[in-house]
Nanobody
Framework: QVQLVESGGGLVQAGGSLRLSCAAS????????MGWYRQAPGKQRELVAA???????NYADSVKGRFTICRDNAKKTIYLQMNSLKPEDTVVYFC???????????????WGRGTQVTVSS
């Protein structure tokens, strides 16, 4: 069984910073792409940032220059440093990872339960 556990969400004033973490654990042979998504009520989940095993990154236009994703492969953990936060960044953030478990022949998608980020104006 595989788990993704997020932490680091909370309440911050506009212009402030937060750092999210997501640690993968369990029956893990290999992790491919990892990333952060967010979802506002009534809207589709959208990609915020993603990072490959080799460290290549991809960001949503709305967060470029403000958010930074990084990864520690040894710890099976990704981080999202969020600076210059805006009220419109107020949503639930979800961690995602493509994971191959021991004994499996392909990667499968796994999701964390989400962490709430609230930015007050």
């Amino acid at each position: 069984q595989v788990q993704l556990v997020e932490s680091g969400g909370g309440l911050v004033q506009a212009g402030g910073s937060l750092r999210l973490s997501c640690a993968a654990s369990g029956n893990i042979f290999s992790i491919n792409l990892m990333g952060w998504y967010r979802q506002a009520p009534g809207k589709q989940r959208e990609l915020v940032a993603a990072i490959t095993r080799g460290g290549s990154t991809n960001y949503a236009d709305s967060v470029k220059g403000r958010f930074t994703i990084c990864r520690d492969n040894a710890k099976k953990t990704i981080y999202l440093q969020m600076n210059s936060l805006k009220p419109e960044d107020t949503v639930v953030y979800f961690c995602n990872a493509e994971i191959m478990e021991f004994g499996a022949v392909r990667y499968t998608d796994h999701w964390g339960r989400g962490t709430q980020v609230t930015v007050s104006s």
